[in-house]
């Protein structure tokens, strides 16, 4: 029977798999005679896209197979299997079963299924806008909700650490400079924050308000081991949306080693996934040195 120790552990060999798919080469689209690393990497990819598609009922063609209750980590589970699938197959995976499997995060979410995460709504949404009004009214009443909480707060005070790091590092990837033309979600004066805050002239509105997100969130180096590892994961992610309206790339990539340095030690985590972590941390120092 499956439960949710399996579901995290085939998450798990995914993120190691796809950790050493980016040191190994398969990330490379060049048209270069692949290695037998690489084509063992994709061998991985497509076993592990056929225990995603068992845990997510689909099964074979002509065949009936019980779907697992795991709507709270198709989000995950989709796009870690995107990224396995189009390596190890070549191409996108099938649009009606990433389609299917959605639907079914949004039909649970309306009925009020609480494990179900805003953010995870939310960012399988950004891929569904055009599909039907609903779910693009959905979407935008979702954002403007949003965006009305971080015009007094900057954060995301109601919810958990977690899930705060989860919603900015959506919304700093989106362009949101057609919601900052009315006056309803007009930046305040920075000038009246604490602390010596500078911003370029190249700053536009929906900018200078990413820009306070990030003053408001940012943790220093200090900062990191102190934090859970779930919301360290969060945390990174949030950093990894930074660049590059708010953070060179050099200084982004450098707050990303310090992260990926500290959980390749949490004692909490599947081994796996430090594995990963100590694979990511290895390589971006190899690469340093050149």
Known sequence: MLDRSDIKDILARAQYILACCQTDGNFILDGHLKTED???????????????????????????????????????????????????????????????????VYESWLKGKSKISESTVFAL?????????????????????????????????????YENYRRLALLMRLNLDSYFDDSQFSVTDLKSKKGPITLSDRYDEADEAKWRWYVKNR???SDLKALPTAILKSYRAFNSSLFPTVLDYEDQQEIDTLILEELSTRPDLNPYERKSYHLLVANRKALMIF
Request: aromatic share 6%; net charge negative; glycine share 6%.
């Open 219 to 221: 943790l220093e180096e």
């Open 38 to 104: 690489e084509k063992r990497n994709e061998e991985s990819c497509r076993s592990l896209c056929n225990s995603i598609e068992k845990i997510l009922g689909a099964g074979l063609p002509g065949q009936r197979r019980r779907a697992v209750s795991v709507e709270e980590n198709i989000g995950d589970l989709l796009d870690t299997y995107d990224m396995l699938y189009r390596i190890g197959y070549g191409r996108q995976p099938d649009r009606n079963f990433m389609e299917r499997q959605r639907n079914r």
């Open 125 to 161: 949404l950004t891929k569904d806008l055009h599909e039907s009004q609903q779910l693009s009214d959905l979407y935008t009443t979702i954002l403007e909700n949003w965006l009305m909480t971080l015009k007094r707060h900057d954060c995301f005070p109601e919810v958990t650490g």
